[in-house]
């Protein structure tokens, strides 16, 4: 199977909205929770905004032209580890895929990406545990290791 893999631009707001959307409408399901307040068409103007101002990129990962995979990052700086690193915000791959190698291929072009920009390291949030263990085992098969802790979140607006 062929998956390739591109840098997104502004243009690609719309696919990255979907994606982005589906993921969050699986978490939100698997959980029984509403965890996100989530508007397609908001999500697709922000993302659009984001790239442009250069606060946030995307891979795409594309079967036979059909979008299937998306990760978006964002890049920070702590000094806890030295300096820049990428934070992963949103990593999805549609579920017909999963278990064939695309997500381990999506994690290869972040560490590509992460080491072009000269980040120290990525770090991502796993979503809600049980009902994500398959997802905290794929991200530790591919190198991440947990450093404690849990996302935490208090809205401000």
Not at 66 to 89: C, D, F, H, R, W
Not at 130 to 156: D, H
């Amino acid at each position: 199977m062929e998956i390739n893999f591109r840098r997104a631009t502004a243009k690609d707001s719309e696919i990255i909205g979907n994606l982005v959307v589906a993921l969050t409408n699986e978490i939100s399901s698997l959980t029984n929770a509403k965890h996100f307040d989530i508007d397609l068409n908001e999500t697709i103007q922000r993302c659009n905004e984001l790239i442009q101002d250069g606060h946030y990129c995307a891979i795409i990962g594309e079967y036979e032209n059909n979008p299937i995979a998306v990760v978006t990052m964002t890049e920070t700086y702590a000094l806890y580890v030295s300096g820049k690193i990428g934070v992963v915000q949103e990593f999805y791959v549609a579920p017909q895929f999963r278990a064939s190698g695309v997500g381990s291929m999506l994690i290869e072009q972040v560490k590509g990406y992460g080491k072009r920009c000269n980040w120290s390291c990525i770090e991502l949030c796993t979503p809600p545990l049980p009902e994500f263990e398959r997802t905290l085992n794929f991200y530790q098969k591919n190198g991440l290791i947990p450093v404690g802790g849990r996302k935490m979140r208090q809205a401000l607006a």
